[in-house]
Protein backbone atom coordinates (compact mmCIF):
# COMPACT_ATOMS: atom_id res chain seq x y z
CA UNK A 1 0.00 0.00 0.00
CA UNK A 2 0.92 3.62 -0.65
CA UNK A 3 3.22 5.38 2.21
CA UNK A 4 1.52 8.49 4.03
CA UNK A 5 3.68 10.90 2.25
CA UNK A 6 2.37 9.56 -1.24
CA UNK A 7 -1.01 10.09 0.32
CA UNK A 8 -0.56 13.59 1.49
CA UNK A 9 0.53 14.35 -1.93
CA UNK A 10 -3.29 13.26 -2.66
CA UNK A 11 -5.20 15.14 -0.01
CA UNK A 12 -6.92 11.80 0.75
CA UNK A 13 -5.55 11.25 4.39
CA UNK A 14 -8.41 9.50 6.04
CA UNK A 15 -9.23 10.29 9.82
CA UNK A 16 -7.98 8.51 12.64
CA UNK A 17 -9.20 10.63 15.40
CA UNK A 18 -13.13 9.49 15.64
CA UNK A 19 -11.75 6.28 18.43
CA UNK A 20 -14.80 4.16 17.18
CA UNK A 21 -15.80 1.82 14.30
CA UNK A 22 -17.84 3.19 11.16
CA UNK A 23 -20.29 1.18 9.43
CA UNK A 24 -20.40 2.55 6.27
CA UNK A 25 -22.55 1.35 2.61
CA UNK A 26 -20.47 -1.17 0.29
CA UNK A 27 -21.08 -1.75 -3.59
CA UNK A 28 -19.04 -3.92 -6.64
CA UNK A 29 -16.32 -3.10 -8.08
CA UNK A 30 -18.20 -3.43 -11.06
CA UNK A 31 -20.41 -0.52 -10.43
CA UNK A 32 -17.31 1.76 -11.48
CA UNK A 33 -17.92 0.18 -15.59
CA UNK A 34 -15.93 1.10 -17.98
CA UNK A 35 -13.45 3.41 -16.11
CA UNK A 36 -9.93 2.41 -16.43
CA UNK A 37 -10.46 2.61 -20.28
CA UNK A 38 -12.07 6.03 -20.27
CA UNK A 39 -9.63 7.69 -18.17
CA UNK A 40 -7.01 6.64 -20.10
CA UNK A 41 -8.69 7.66 -23.72
CA UNK A 42 -8.74 10.91 -21.87
CA UNK A 43 -4.81 11.40 -21.28
CA UNK A 44 -5.02 10.16 -17.56
CA UNK A 45 -3.97 7.88 -16.00
CA UNK A 46 -5.88 5.53 -14.01
CA UNK A 47 -3.00 3.65 -11.86
CA UNK A 48 -2.30 6.98 -10.28
CA UNK A 49 -5.95 7.41 -9.50
CA UNK A 50 -5.74 4.21 -7.26
CA UNK A 51 -2.83 5.36 -6.17
CA UNK A 52 -3.88 8.43 -4.77
CA UNK A 53 -6.79 6.64 -3.03
CA UNK A 54 -4.49 3.92 -1.99
CA UNK A 55 -6.31 0.49 -3.63
CA UNK A 56 -5.00 -1.88 -5.62
CA UNK A 57 -5.38 -1.41 -9.48
CA UNK A 58 -6.07 -5.11 -9.85
CA UNK A 59 -9.13 -4.07 -7.78
CA UNK A 60 -10.32 -3.58 -11.52
CA UNK A 61 -9.85 -6.97 -12.50
CA UNK A 62 -11.85 -8.60 -9.68
CA UNK A 63 -15.69 -6.90 -10.38
CA UNK A 64 -17.55 -9.20 -7.71
CA UNK A 65 -15.75 -7.98 -4.61
CA UNK A 66 -17.66 -5.98 -2.39
CA UNK A 67 -15.91 -1.97 -2.68
CA UNK A 68 -16.61 0.65 0.40
CA UNK A 69 -19.17 3.31 -1.27
CA UNK A 70 -16.83 5.81 0.18
CA UNK A 71 -13.90 4.24 -1.87
CA UNK A 72 -15.92 4.05 -5.10
CA UNK A 73 -16.73 8.18 -3.81
CA UNK A 74 -13.15 8.83 -3.74
CA UNK A 75 -12.20 6.83 -6.99
CA UNK A 76 -14.70 8.94 -8.86
CA UNK A 77 -13.50 12.24 -7.50
CA UNK A 78 -10.14 11.35 -8.13
CA UNK A 79 -10.65 10.56 -11.93
CA UNK A 80 -12.30 13.89 -11.96
CA UNK A 81 -9.40 15.53 -11.26
CA UNK A 82 -7.26 13.53 -13.56
CA UNK A 83 -8.75 14.24 -16.19
CA UNK A 84 -10.18 17.18 -15.19
CA UNK A 85 -13.88 16.74 -15.53
CA UNK A 86 -15.85 18.12 -12.93
CA UNK A 87 -18.83 15.80 -14.30
CA UNK A 88 -17.00 13.00 -14.51
CA UNK A 89 -19.39 10.53 -13.00
CA UNK A 90 -22.06 11.77 -15.27
CA UNK A 91 -20.08 11.13 -18.90
CA UNK A 92 -18.44 8.12 -17.38
CA UNK A 93 -22.47 6.94 -17.56
CA UNK A 94 -22.79 7.27 -20.79
CA UNK A 95 -20.72 4.05 -21.47
CA UNK A 96 -22.61 2.15 -18.65
CA UNK A 97 -24.28 -1.37 -19.16
CA UNK A 98 -26.45 -2.25 -16.65
CA UNK A 99 -25.89 -5.75 -17.36
CA UNK A 100 -22.16 -5.64 -16.38
CA UNK A 101 -23.16 -5.65 -12.77
CA UNK A 102 -22.95 -9.52 -12.47
CA UNK A 103 -25.88 -11.55 -11.65
CA UNK A 104 -27.62 -8.93 -10.32
CA UNK A 105 -27.62 -6.78 -13.27
CA UNK A 106 -28.79 -9.99 -15.67
CA UNK A 107 -31.48 -10.66 -12.89
CA UNK A 108 -33.04 -7.43 -13.01
CA UNK A 109 -32.79 -7.04 -17.46
CA UNK A 110 -34.06 -10.38 -17.72
CA UNK A 111 -37.55 -8.64 -16.17
CA UNK A 112 -40.52 -9.53 -18.69
CA UNK A 113 -41.38 -5.27 -18.13
CA UNK A 114 -39.93 -2.44 -17.62
CA UNK A 115 -41.91 -1.74 -14.34
CA UNK A 116 -40.69 -5.18 -13.18
CA UNK A 117 -37.03 -4.68 -14.29
CA UNK A 118 -37.55 -1.47 -11.56
CA UNK A 119 -39.06 -3.52 -8.86
CA UNK A 120 -36.53 -6.24 -9.42
CA UNK A 121 -33.82 -3.19 -8.92
CA UNK A 122 -35.35 -1.74 -6.06
CA UNK A 123 -36.16 -5.39 -4.14
CA UNK A 124 -32.62 -6.70 -4.67
CA UNK A 125 -30.36 -3.89 -4.70
CA UNK A 126 -29.19 -3.88 -1.23
CA UNK A 127 -28.76 -7.57 -1.46
CA UNK A 128 -26.53 -8.14 -4.28
CA UNK A 129 -25.26 -5.04 -5.39
CA UNK A 130 -24.90 -1.95 -3.00
CA UNK A 131 -25.88 -0.82 0.34
CA UNK A 132 -26.97 2.18 1.95
CA UNK A 133 -28.66 2.94 -1.74
CA UNK A 134 -32.34 3.94 -2.09
CA UNK A 135 -34.09 3.36 -5.54
CA UNK A 136 -37.38 4.96 -5.42
CA UNK A 137 -40.35 4.98 -8.30
CA UNK A 138 -42.90 7.25 -8.19
CA UNK A 139 -46.03 7.82 -10.20
CA UNK A 140 -46.95 11.21 -11.18
CA UNK A 141 -49.99 11.21 -13.44
CA UNK A 142 -48.72 10.89 -16.21
CA UNK A 143 -45.25 10.62 -15.22
CA UNK A 144 -42.57 7.92 -14.03
CA UNK A 145 -40.17 9.51 -11.32
CA UNK A 146 -37.45 7.05 -10.47
CA UNK A 147 -34.78 7.85 -8.44
CA UNK A 148 -31.61 7.10 -6.71
CA UNK A 149 -30.06 8.19 -3.55
CA UNK A 150 -27.42 7.29 -0.95
CA UNK A 151 -27.44 7.33 2.48
CA UNK A 152 -24.06 6.92 2.89
CA UNK A 153 -22.78 10.54 4.26
CA UNK A 154 -19.48 10.99 2.54
CA UNK A 155 -19.07 13.75 0.91
CA UNK A 156 -15.80 13.34 -1.19
CA UNK A 157 -17.15 12.15 -4.56
CA UNK A 158 -20.65 11.76 -3.44
CA UNK A 159 -22.13 13.76 -6.32
CA UNK A 160 -20.06 12.17 -8.58
CA UNK A 161 -21.81 8.87 -7.68
CA UNK A 162 -24.93 10.28 -7.95
CA UNK A 163 -24.31 11.11 -12.16
CA UNK A 164 -22.98 7.82 -12.12
CA UNK A 165 -26.35 6.26 -10.61
CA UNK A 166 -28.04 8.31 -12.77
CA UNK A 167 -26.22 6.81 -16.10
CA UNK A 168 -27.19 3.32 -14.21
CA UNK A 169 -30.84 4.21 -14.54
CA UNK A 170 -30.65 5.79 -18.07
CA UNK A 171 -29.54 2.46 -19.26
CA UNK A 172 -31.72 0.12 -17.71
CA UNK A 173 -34.76 2.09 -19.39
CA UNK A 174 -32.92 2.11 -22.56
CA UNK A 175 -32.95 -2.03 -22.49
CA UNK A 176 -36.42 -1.52 -22.47
CA UNK A 177 -37.17 1.45 -25.22
CA UNK A 178 -34.19 1.54 -27.30
CA UNK A 179 -30.49 2.82 -26.97
CA UNK A 180 -31.41 6.35 -28.23
CA UNK A 181 -34.05 6.93 -25.88
CA UNK A 182 -33.71 10.16 -22.93
CA UNK A 183 -35.40 11.53 -20.14
CA UNK A 184 -37.60 14.02 -20.44
CA UNK A 185 -36.24 15.41 -17.25
CA UNK A 186 -33.69 15.05 -14.95
CA UNK A 187 -33.43 16.45 -11.55
CA UNK A 188 -30.43 16.64 -9.89
CA UNK A 189 -28.69 17.98 -6.72
CA UNK A 190 -26.27 19.73 -8.50
CA UNK A 191 -26.13 23.52 -8.05
CA UNK A 192 -27.51 26.64 -10.22
CA UNK A 193 -28.26 27.06 -14.08
CA UNK A 194 -24.69 26.79 -15.08
CA UNK A 195 -23.88 23.31 -13.35
CA UNK A 196 -27.51 22.26 -14.90
CA UNK A 197 -26.67 23.69 -18.47
CA UNK A 198 -23.28 21.52 -18.37
CA UNK A 199 -25.23 18.22 -17.15
CA UNK A 200 -27.83 18.70 -19.86
CA UNK A 201 -24.82 18.63 -22.55
CA UNK A 202 -24.09 15.31 -20.60
CA UNK A 203 -27.24 13.49 -20.45
CA UNK A 204 -28.83 15.02 -23.37
CA UNK A 205 -31.62 15.70 -21.55
CA UNK A 206 -33.20 18.72 -19.55
CA UNK A 207 -31.85 18.91 -16.20
CA UNK A 208 -33.27 20.59 -12.99
CA UNK A 209 -31.02 21.63 -10.23
CA UNK A 210 -30.73 22.25 -6.53
CA UNK A 211 -32.74 18.71 -5.94
CA UNK A 212 -32.61 16.95 -2.70
CA UNK A 213 -32.59 13.25 -4.62
CA UNK A 214 -31.32 12.57 -8.10
CA UNK A 215 -33.93 11.28 -10.69
CA UNK A 216 -35.33 10.46 -13.92
CA UNK A 217 -38.47 11.78 -15.41
CA UNK A 218 -40.32 9.53 -18.49
CA UNK A 219 -43.63 9.01 -19.84
CA UNK A 220 -45.73 6.27 -18.12
CA UNK A 221 -46.36 4.07 -20.81
CA UNK A 222 -42.71 3.01 -21.25
CA UNK A 223 -43.28 1.03 -17.65
CA UNK A 224 -45.25 -1.27 -20.19
CA UNK A 225 -42.36 -1.61 -22.52
CA UNK A 226 -41.23 -5.41 -22.97
CA UNK A 227 -37.16 -6.77 -22.82
CA UNK A 228 -36.09 -9.85 -24.23
CA UNK A 229 -36.50 -12.83 -22.07
CA UNK A 230 -33.28 -14.31 -20.69
CA UNK A 231 -32.16 -17.12 -18.67
CA UNK A 232 -32.47 -15.76 -14.24
CA UNK A 233 -28.59 -15.46 -13.17
CA UNK A 234 -26.81 -17.36 -10.50
CA UNK A 235 -25.98 -15.28 -7.38
CA UNK A 236 -24.01 -18.14 -5.42
CA UNK A 237 -20.75 -17.71 -7.30
CA UNK A 238 -20.52 -13.77 -5.86
CA UNK A 239 -18.98 -12.81 -2.42
CA UNK A 240 -21.74 -11.66 -0.24
CA UNK A 241 -22.02 -7.85 0.41
CA UNK A 242 -21.70 -6.64 3.97
CA UNK A 243 -23.88 -5.69 6.23
CA UNK A 244 -23.86 -2.87 8.59
CA UNK A 245 -24.90 -4.89 11.74
CA UNK A 246 -21.56 -5.54 12.45
CA UNK A 247 -17.76 -4.90 12.05
CA UNK A 248 -16.44 -8.52 11.27
CA UNK A 249 -18.20 -8.83 7.26
CA UNK A 250 -16.80 -4.77 6.43
CA UNK A 251 -13.36 -6.31 7.62
CA UNK A 252 -13.55 -9.50 5.64
CA UNK A 253 -14.51 -7.55 2.27
CA UNK A 254 -11.39 -4.95 3.17
CA UNK A 255 -9.05 -7.65 3.77
CA UNK A 256 -10.33 -9.56 0.43
CA UNK A 257 -9.25 -5.92 -1.51
CA UNK A 258 -6.04 -6.15 0.56
CA UNK A 259 -5.07 -9.83 -0.12
CA UNK A 260 -4.69 -8.52 -4.13
CA UNK A 261 -1.58 -7.18 -3.25
CA UNK A 262 -0.17 -8.87 -0.33
CA UNK A 263 -0.55 -10.03 3.04
CA UNK A 264 -3.09 -7.85 4.31
CA UNK A 265 -2.67 -4.94 7.37
CA UNK A 266 -4.78 -4.22 9.74
CA UNK A 267 -3.83 -0.77 9.96
CA UNK A 268 -4.50 -0.33 6.25
CA UNK A 269 -7.82 -1.76 6.72
CA UNK A 270 -8.15 0.49 9.87
CA UNK A 271 -7.69 3.63 7.59
CA UNK A 272 -9.93 2.19 5.55
CA UNK A 273 -12.62 1.96 8.09
CA UNK A 274 -11.92 5.83 9.57
CA UNK A 275 -10.56 4.50 12.09
CA UNK A 276 -8.07 3.59 14.48
CA UNK A 277 -6.18 -0.55 15.14
CA UNK A 278 -7.51 -0.52 18.02
CA UNK A 279 -10.63 0.65 18.22
CA UNK A 280 -11.10 -1.72 15.26
CA UNK A 281 -9.43 -4.38 17.60
CA UNK A 282 -11.83 -3.65 20.61
CA UNK A 283 -15.28 -3.86 17.58
CA UNK A 284 -13.14 -6.94 16.63
CA UNK A 285 -12.98 -8.48 20.27
CA UNK A 286 -16.62 -7.48 21.25
CA UNK A 287 -18.18 -9.60 18.39
CA UNK A 288 -15.77 -12.98 18.97
CA UNK A 289 -13.56 -11.96 16.76
CA UNK A 290 -9.91 -10.92 15.62
CA UNK A 291 -8.27 -9.60 12.78
CA UNK A 292 -6.07 -12.36 12.42
CA UNK A 293 -8.83 -15.42 12.56
CA UNK A 294 -10.52 -12.65 9.56
CA UNK A 295 -7.29 -12.90 7.32
CA UNK A 296 -6.66 -17.04 8.19
CA UNK A 297 -9.84 -17.77 7.04
CA UNK A 298 -9.84 -15.84 4.08
CA UNK A 299 -6.39 -17.09 3.31
CA UNK A 300 -7.90 -20.75 3.74
CA UNK A 301 -10.89 -20.08 1.30
CA UNK A 302 -8.45 -18.35 -1.74
CA UNK A 303 -6.46 -21.11 -1.24
CA UNK A 304 -8.84 -24.15 -1.51
CA UNK A 305 -9.99 -22.55 -4.52
CA UNK A 306 -6.55 -21.14 -6.00
CA UNK A 307 -5.98 -25.64 -5.85
CA UNK A 308 -9.19 -26.52 -6.84
CA UNK A 309 -9.51 -24.35 -9.85
CA UNK A 310 -5.94 -23.77 -11.22
CA UNK A 311 -2.68 -26.00 -12.21
CA UNK A 312 -0.61 -23.14 -10.45
CA UNK A 313 2.30 -24.23 -8.69
CA UNK A 314 2.43 -24.00 -5.21
CA UNK A 315 4.79 -21.50 -4.79
CA UNK A 316 3.14 -19.30 -7.22
CA UNK A 317 -0.31 -19.30 -5.13
CA UNK A 318 2.17 -19.52 -1.22
CA UNK A 319 3.28 -15.82 -3.20
CA UNK A 320 -0.40 -14.65 -4.38
CA UNK A 321 -1.50 -15.33 -1.20
CA UNK A 322 1.26 -12.91 0.46
CA UNK A 323 3.44 -15.74 1.76
CA UNK A 324 7.19 -15.45 1.46
CA UNK A 325 8.04 -19.01 0.48
CA UNK A 326 5.83 -22.13 -0.16
CA UNK A 327 6.98 -23.49 3.20
CA UNK A 328 5.19 -20.98 4.93
CA UNK A 329 2.18 -21.23 3.19
CA UNK A 330 2.14 -25.38 3.87
CA UNK A 331 2.60 -25.29 7.24
CA UNK A 332 -0.32 -23.01 7.32
CA UNK A 333 -2.66 -24.98 5.12
CA UNK A 334 -1.70 -27.98 6.58
CA UNK A 335 -2.69 -26.45 10.12
CA UNK A 336 -5.93 -25.60 8.64
CA UNK A 337 -6.81 -28.95 6.59
CA UNK A 338 -5.15 -31.52 8.23
CA UNK A 339 -2.59 -32.18 4.90
CA UNK A 340 -0.78 -30.18 2.50
CA UNK A 341 -1.72 -28.72 -0.51
CA UNK A 342 -0.29 -31.30 -2.62
CA UNK A 343 -2.12 -33.76 -0.92
CA UNK A 344 -5.55 -31.63 -1.05
CA UNK A 345 -5.36 -31.35 -4.45
CA UNK A 346 -4.48 -34.81 -5.51
CA UNK A 347 -7.66 -35.36 -3.00
CA UNK A 348 -9.71 -33.00 -4.83
CA UNK A 349 -8.76 -34.44 -8.67
CA UNK A 350 -9.22 -37.98 -7.35
CA UNK A 351 -12.70 -36.98 -5.79
CA UNK A 352 -13.61 -35.21 -9.17
CA UNK A 353 -12.82 -38.04 -11.36
Given amino acids: MLHVDALLSCH ?3 EFTR ?3 YMQGYTRVSALGPIADFVEVRGGS ?5 N ?4 PLSLLKNPDLPLP ?6 ILSQAGREIGDPFFGGTL ?3 VDVRALGAYGKWITSAPTLASAIERAARGLNRYLQTETDLKLEILDTKARWSIKFLDVGADGKFQNELLGLGYLVDLVRKFVGSGWSPSLIRSTCTGPAQAAALEKVFAAPVMHGMSVSSIEFDLSLLSMTGRRQINPDFSSEPEIPTTSGCQSEVAALVAIALLEGFPKIDWVASKLETSRRSLQRALEAEGHSFSSIVEGILQDR ?5 ETTNQRLVDIALQLGYNDSGHFSRAFRRWTGMSPSQYRKWEQRKIA
Avoid at 46 to 50: K, N, Q, S
Avoid at 69 to 74: A, G, S
Wanted: aromatic share 14%; net charge negative; with cysteine.
Fill in 12 to 14: LVP
Fill in 19 to 21: GEF
Fill in 46 to 50: IERVF
Fill in 52 to 55: CVDL
Fill in 69 to 74: LREQFK
Fill in 93 to 95: GQL
Fill in 303 to 307: ALFLL
